[in-house]
């Protein structure tokens, strides 16, 4: 059983003020080809297909247009679910008519169920608070993103046969990116893997970079979402639960950089189409900086002074441990050390927040 699994294409984001969406058609058009060329047997998307609840009327038309070039090319059926970036009932608008052209659209929990593909059962989980499966399902009492995924995943399972788990969720472990929206403070959105034991592959959104954990994994974001995810290469995920699992990376129109160097040099450099976020090397404040990087760099994103946020990391001691932070805070604040008696009022709270 061979599966294409995307997730997390966040139709209609705006990036500082620019719209992104040529860039998405730009990626779901090579996505659309991929799927004919490697002739999948199933094609998941796992949540947050937009990136508002009510998205602009242009990211709703890339959205139309994508499945249906999808459906009408590809044989294989289409199941996506909502993330938590999606209107559960918008998603749902037509899921009864669509299923029967091979596009199952599973947007809110009375929705969720299961398509038969082969030997192989697809359980599909829309995006729902703990509150909402509360509601949706009296038998459940839990207060836990955890047990309210592991509650309907036994819900929804059949007794027996291969089965393949589709939700969005945070499987605790997972790498964060800076354009996740959070589902709860702090670890109470979190999901254990183990919540997907017994499955034969957990595809799954939420997380935007693409990362494997256990049995479940995230093909990540369509495209680079945030500054933190310069780095990070973006692909759609290939698994063959009997086989091997390949990763393809598509190209993007224009990619996402962080740039570094004195203001003068970087306006003499060729100029980028890319979107760009710059750190500056100059010693000095240098008066409309931004205004006339983004006269070069029509996608600028965004400056700053390595010297000035060298010296707010000193103060809000950036990566430390939080034992640190109180100690430069202590120092910021009371111009002296913090004793080994203050230091010991205060570790107990933060192993409990830990
Ligand atoms: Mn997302």
Redesign the pocket.
């Given at each position: 059983m061979r599966i294409l699994h995307t997730?997390?294409w966040?139709l209609g984001r705006i990036l500082g003020n620019l719209s992104l969406l040529d860039d998405q058609a730009y990626m779901l058009r090579q996505f659309v080809d991929l799927a004919v060329e490697t002739r999948p047997e199933v094609i998941v998307i796992a949540?947050?297909l937009y990136d508002r609840s009510v998205p602009p009327a242009d990211a709703v038309t890339l959205l139309d247009d994508t499945l249906h070039e999808l459906t009408s090319r590809c044989p294989a059926p289409v199941i996506a679910i909502s993330?938590?970036?999606d209107s559960q009932q918008r998603l749902d608008f037509g899921a009864r008519l669509l299923r029967h052209r091979g596009l199952h659209l599973f947007g809110s929990l009375g929705s969720a169920g299961v398509v038969q593909v082969g030997d192989t059962a697809f359980v599909a989980v829309p995006f729902a608070e703990p509150a909402a499966v509360r509601s949706a399902f009296p038998a459940y009492t839990g207060q836990d993103y955890h047990s309210a995924l592991a509650f309907l995943l036994q819900q929804l399972r059949p007794a027996a046969g291969r089965a393949v788990a589709i939700a969005h969720a945070f499987v605790a472990g997972g790498g964060e990116s800076d354009?996740?929206?959070p589902l709860a403070v702090g670890t109470a959105g979190h999901v254990g893997v183990e919540v997907f034991a017994g499955f034969a592959y957990a595809a799954l959104?939420?997380l935007?970079r693409p990362q494997t954990l256990g049995n479940a994994r995230y093909s990540g974001?369509l495209l680079k979402y945030s500054k933190s995810e310069a780095e990070q290469r973006k692909s759609v995920t290939l698994v063959d639960l009997d086989g091997a699992t390949e990763e393809f990376v598509l190209t993007p129109r224009r990619d996402l950089r962080c740039v570094q160097g004195a203001f003068d040099a970087l306006r003499a450099a060729p100029p980028s189409q890319d979107y760009l976020y710059f750190t500056l090397t100059d010693p000095g404040l240098i008066p409309n900086a931004a205004q006339r990087l983004r006269e070069i760099y029509p996608q600028f994103l965004g400056l700053e002074f390595r010297k000035a946020k060298e010296a707010s990391e000193r103060i809000t001691g950036k990566a430390a441990s939080p034992g640190e932070m109180f100690a430069g805070f202590w120092r910021h604040v009371a111009g002296e050390e913090a004793t080994a008696e203050q230091q010991a009022v205060v570790a107990p709270f933060f192993e409990e927040a830990q």
């Open positions: 997730a997390d966040h949540g947050d993330g938590n970036h354009s996740e929206r959104g939420h935007h974001s």
